[in-house]
């Protein structure tokens, strides 16, 4: 593999990883709104009613459901992880690999509620942040395959 190839993969890989760190923050910061994460309380046997909260709102660790304030730590952990690691690309790779984990971790919470409650127990902005996160995953994975085909090819 020749020069020329070896740094456009590089670029791609880069551009690749700030597209998923810009994703990440954007779900963050949708995340931090206070309508952005419902919870459903049940007034009768046959009545439900939802209010918003944030997903770092300490009222769903009161009530038992973890999966909002479990997203938005894993995805502040995830954000800042990338932002530390974009900024140190070539010798970042064990933080690149932490924020991957992370990120694919907090896939999993975002979309509990959708099982658990039903579409009443999702917002709009969830299904946004889901969205958000599982596109932020999607970027590093093709990031971290590019920069292992070129570490591949530098041997």
Do not use: H, W
């Amino acid at each position: 593999m020749n020069e020329k190839t070896t740094k456009k993969l590089i670029f791609k890989s880069k551009a690749c990883y700030t597209i998923s760190t810009i994703s990440m923050l954007a779900a963050l910061i949708l995340e931090i709104l206070p309508f952005s994460a419902a919870m459903v309380f049940a007034t009768s046997p046959t009545e439900r009613i939802a209010y918003t909260f944030s997903y770092f709102d300490i009222i769903f660790i009161g009530y038992g459901d973890f999966a909002p304030m479990v997203t938005g730590v894993l995805s502040a952990a995830a954000a800042l992880l990338m932002a530390i690691s974009l900024f140190r690309f070539d010798r970042a790779k064990k933080s690149r690999k932490a924020a991957f984990v992370c990120s694919l971790l907090a896939v999993i919470p975002t979309i509990a509620p959708l099982f658990m409650f039903g579409s009443s127990g999702m917002t709009a902005i969830s299904y946004i942040v889901s969205a958000a996160i599982v596109c932020s995953v999607c970027f590093q994975a093709v990031a971290n395959r590019s920069t292992q085909c070129t570490e591949a090819a530098l041997r």
